[in-house]
């Protein structure tokens, strides 16, 4: 008898989670719109204090930072090594067998799949502008902000012959998937509750591929990012790999060589446009990626009158021979450019996006938005709808939780009663 009741009750917890936390949107745009860039963390250690030049850096970490205000998904600690630093703060340090100092180290987010570190080096502003962005990153993001399911990063070997080969099967079979596929019927349950922001029929199920050099200077810090995605991708230097990116720059996992195959590529395809079948970011795959991208501004409906974040500025003029000082500053204007061109490719998406929900509504659609001229009443009766919506699942989920406790109890009497 005790093991029927612990397994119905296994059961109906399980059952319940299901419906607690289950929703019918694809995971790929549940990810865009609801799951934050985890923040990696830059860790810098020095020795006494800091000069005014190193200052003037770390200051870009701050709130009114420039750094902060591109929302990139960094966070600073500073750790200085003369004040009785934390034992496991000391062992980072040791970990990196470097005497430069200031020393910047930089891990993935927790749990660190790498917790050594994947980056460490002199603490510069070029360095800094490496790290936190990349001409393929703003790449990659701007596509998936215009509703790209998934970009693929394929990352070469250096054997062309392997290259090829493996990026022109990845190619063919993405192309099979947009055409095989299909994107999962979004209940109007999910729509109430604002679990997604568009029209499921504005919802695309197109891949693509960016190349990605390990010899590309550029990407050099990208490139060890997106090794450090799995603790032991350092180890396959002569396969080329594929990391397929999807919600606010999140890497569901990586395909090494000859798992670059139609099977893997197809399980990867499915896991992203399936409905999401937990909405606990963490209890999902993946990790983030390090981007300098307002996601929160570029992805979720905004009002006309907000203004545009300030360029990322204190980030020109490095040290270093003439060509090395050129390449700085243009990724330095990358960061000033690019970000611009995500807002420009949001803002045309926007205008898309209203004026196919505008010929909705002609027709007859009641889930499309109110005329923005009502933009204060839309926004009062949204909020009521919102309220009146969660209220209402909430009832129904304790109501689904008091009949799966009165069957457990009815199971449980059921037994005793046969025993007897």
Not at 6 to 28: D, E, R
């Amino acid at each position: 008898m005790r093991w029927f009741i612990a397994t119905l009750a296994v059961l109906s917890v399980l059952l319940t989670a299901t419906v607690i936390w289950a929703c019918s949107v694809p995971v790929f745009r549940y990810a865009l719109e609801r799951w934050p860039a985890d923040k990696y963390s830059v860790v810098v250690f020095y020795r006494g204090s800091l000069s005014p030049e190193h200052q003037k850096i770390v200051s870009l970490f701050n709130k009114e930072g420039a750094i902060t205000q591109k929302s990139a998904n960094a966070e600073l600690q500073l750790v200085n090594l003369d004040s009785k630093p934390d034992p496991k703060d000391v062992e980072l340090w040791k970990k990196q067998n470097s005497e430069t100092l200031p020393l910047m180290v930089v891990r993935t987010p927790l749990p660190a799949p790498v917790p050594e570190g994947f980056l460490s080096g002199e603490l510069t502003e070029e360095n800094l502008v490496r790290l936190i962005n990349s001409p393929l990153r703003q790449n990659v993001a701007k596509q998936l902000i215009d509703g790209q399911t998934a970009v693929w990063v394929f990352l070469e070997s250096g054997d062309s012959e392997k290259d090829k080969a493996a990026f022109e099967l990845l190619s063919k079979e993405l192309k099979r998937m947009e055409k095989t596929l299909k994107l999962p019927e979004i209940e109007e349950a999910d729509i109430e509750q604002g679990l997604v922001s568009v029209s499921p029929d504005s919802l695309k199920l197109k891949f693509s591929v960016e190349k990605c050099s390990r010899e590309d200077s550029a990407e050099a810090y990208f490139t060890k990012m997106l090794l450090a995605t799995e603790n032991d991708l350092k180890d396959f230097k002569e396969e080329p790999m594929a990391f397929p990116v999807f919600g606010r720059g999140r890497v569901l996992y990586a395909l090494i060589g000859k798992g670059i195959n139609a099977g893997t590529i197809e399980q990867a395809c499915r896991d992203l446009t399936g409905p999401c079948t937990c909405q606990v970011k963490d209890q999902n795959p993946g990790t983030d990626l390090l981007m300098a991208v307002n996601w929160e501004k570029l992805v979720s409906p905004t009002t006309q009158d907000e203004k545009e974040l300030p360029p990322l500025t204190g980030l020109i003029g490095f040290s270093g021979e003439a060509p090395k000082k050129a390449d700085s500053v243009k990724l330095s204007d990358i960061l000033k450019d690019s970000s611009d061109e995500v807002n420009s490719q949001s803002e045309k998406t926007k205008i898309e996006d209203t004026a196919n929900s505008t010929t909705t509504e002609a027709s007859g659609n009641t889930t499309s938005p109110l005329p923005s001229d009502n933009s204060e009443q839309q926004s009062t009766i949204q909020s009521e709808s919102v309220e009146k919506t969660q209220s209402s699942s909430l009832i129904q989920n304790l109501l689904i939780i008091v009949s799966l406790m009165i069957l457990l109890v009815l199971g449980a009497s059921y037994v005793m009663v046969a025993r007897k």
